[in-house]
């Protein structure tokens, strides 16, 4: 394609070359054609003159009357002669014969602007032209000497007598030669046109072919940048197939754009089976995802983010899957929102390895309650022992009937600690996270509590508002509350006011539990989470309470201060996102 439209650009250029030449040729024609004429009129002249001026001393050698002259004068009948005339030296015209019929006298002068011709020739004695390009004529100034006959008149030889005067007309010859030019001209603007057009069609081509330069020179970027961008999208798509975490992106709409081979390793679909279905198809609870992006931290106008929230994924086979999830907003270059990105890693393990620690601390208090509970079921089962074998020596109907009731009362007192102690150290995978209501999860904390730790010469304040309602499980919960109340016994030393609070406050609910003991010194408050810290003597305590805590309020989206000074007191206040619905308890 190219040669073949260099080969076209050289025919062009060769074509107008061709006709530039042909127009030169005809300008140079006409402009030579009228020297030709110039010069042929010129010519034509001399020779006219030459023979006029012959047969005038010819002619004037039969004397100077006023019929000779005549007969010069005659001369000026032949084609192409518009003026014949003798002139003295001092330009006027000179006279022949006397007054009457064949007196001639014109008094035509020589004008101004051929007297230095005329003057000329007097001076070499030879002949001299002038041509008037305003009237279009040529005049030839001949001297006529004292010569051959004219020496019968005339003694000195060779002496200027006159001038004559010679003027042809050349207008026709130059309307000829007009009448050529415009022909030649008219030729020239015929030849001229296509020429124009070709020069044209140059012009038209070269943009063509510049045009077509930066088209090829577009296409070769577009080209480049298409490599550049698949190279790119490829290289993302290996970042995105070899991560170890679990990448989904989504629309606006919700519907899954993206989803990488973690993704698939781990939930079991093809990433054909979900592109552009709901992203809730992957949650256990679509609920997760509404509240995750209700809690997000707003990064900018309409920009949020949610860092490391607990989710749970089921898989295409029905597995439940922990993970840890970050999910963010996706923006353009220009700044719009395009959909989200969630980033996710599978936490199952390290989610069991908790529970497990959350188990063992658990067994580790319900060891501690042991004691207590064992005391308190003593006391109802000594009272249904007694009454029992009061009844086996008790005729009277009414006695046995009053020993009965309180065999009964007994039983529930027992059965009431016994499913007090059943639940509390009921498994959390067992129970479904739901909504509680905070100030009854307060209360049977409290009860349990009672079971491993001496309330007595303790002070308790409680102030719990109903209908602070939060999502949570509330097995978690209660350990959570067990925890902080006991250890808050524990610092009073069987004496000080334990105060219980809980409220509403904006869309969150606070919960506070404070002490008036020894408090925690500022040392060791920055460890007091870590696991495995304790400042309790050796099996006094498992360094896992407050680890447990901080584990369990975090996960639902709670965070938790701590307050603290020596010899003063403890306070911990814990904020959970509110819910509404109907509380359990």
């Not at 000779?68 to 000179?94: C, K, T, W």
């Amino acid at each position: 394609m190219n040669k073949f439209r260099s080969m076209l650009n050289y025919l062009v250029i060769a074509i107008m070359a061709f006709m530039i030449a042909i127009v030169a040729l005809f300008v140079y024609t006409s402009i030579h054609l009228k020297n030709k004429v110039i010069f042929r009129t010129v010519q034509q002249t001399e020779l006219v003159s030459e023979l006029i001026a012959r047969s005038a001393v010819d002619i004037m050698s039969g004397g100077h009357g006023g019929g000779n002259y005549s007969m010069i004068l005659a001369n000026s009948n032949q084609i192409g002669v518009d003026y014949i005339g003798i002139f003295r030296l001092s330009g006027d015209e000179a006279t022949f014969g006397e007054t009457g019929p064949k007196y001639i006298y014109r008094k035509d002068r020589i004008g101004s602007n051929e007297k230095d011709t005329f003057l000329k020739s007097i001076e070499t004695l030879n002949s001299s032209g002038f041509f008037d390009s305003e009237v279009s004529t040529y005049s030839r100034y001949v001297p006529l000497k004292a010569e051959g006959p004219c020496l019968e008149c005339h003694t000195n030889e060779g002496e200027v007598l006159g001038v004559l005067k010679l003027r042809l007309s050349t207008e026709s010859d130059f309307e000829l030669l007009n009448y050529m030019k415009r022909l030649i001209w008219a030729i020239g603007l015929i030849i001229c046109l296509p020429v124009g057009a070709l020069f044209m069609a140059g012009l038209v081509i070269r943009d063509k072919n510049r045009i077509y330069a930066k088209l090829e020179e577009s296409n070769s970027n577009l080209r480049r940048t298409y490599n550049d961008l698949h190279d790119t999208e490829y290289y993302l798509q290996m970042i995105l197939d070899n991560s170890r975490v679990i990448i989904v992106t989504t629309d606006t709409e919700g519907r899954i754009v993206k989803f990488n081979k973690e993704a698939e390793a781990l939930l079991e679909y093809k990433k054909e089976e979900v592109v552009g279905k709901d992203v809730l198809m992957l949650y256990e609870n679509s609920r997760q995802r509404s509240d995750l992006m209700n809690r997000g931290q707003s990064v900018n106008d309409g920009v949020w983010e949610v860092r490391n929230r607990d989710v749970r994924f089921r898989s295409k086979s029905g597995k439940i899957f922990h993970i840890s999830l970050t999910l963010s907003t996706m923006i353009n270059d220009s700044g719009k929102i395009i959909g989200t990105v969630g980033i996710g890693k599978d936490v199952s393990e390290q989610k069991m390895l908790q529970f497990k620690i959350l188990q063992s601390e658990k067994l580790a208090g319900i060891g501690t309650l042991a004691s207590g509970i064992a005391h308190e079921i003593n006391n109802p089962l000594a009272g249904i022992l007694g009454m029992a074998e009061a009844v086996l020596e008790e005729d009277d109907l009414d006695i046995i009937r009053s020993h009965t009731k309180d065999i009964i009362q007994y039983t529930i007192n027992a059965r009431d600690i016994v499913r007090e102690l059943s639940i509390y150290s009921r498994s959390a995978q067992n129970m479904a996270e739901a909504t509680v209501d905070i100030a009854a999860v307060i209360d049977n904390s409290v009860k349990m509590a009672r079971h491993s730790a001496s309330f007595s010469g303790i002070e308790l304040i409680s102030d719990l508002h109903r209908e602070c309602v939060i999502n949570a499980n509330p097995v978690e919960l209660q350990q959570v509350f067990v925890n902080l109340i006991v250890n808050a016994i524990h610092a009073m030393e069987d004496r000080g006011t334990l105060t219980l609070r809980c409220w509403r406050e904006g869309s969150f609910i606070k919960a506070k539990v404070s002490d008036t003991g020894q408090g925690i010194s500022e040392k060791n408050l920055s460890q007091i989470y870590d696991p495995f810290f304790t400042t309790k003597p050796v099996g006094m305590g498992t360094g896992l309470g407050l680890y447990v805590v901080y584990r369990i309020v975090t996960k639902y989206g709670g965070a938790i201060d701590v307050e603290s000074k020596a010899d003063i007191g403890t306070a911990f206040t814990l904020r959970f996102p509110a819910a509404g619905g109907e509380a359990i308890g």
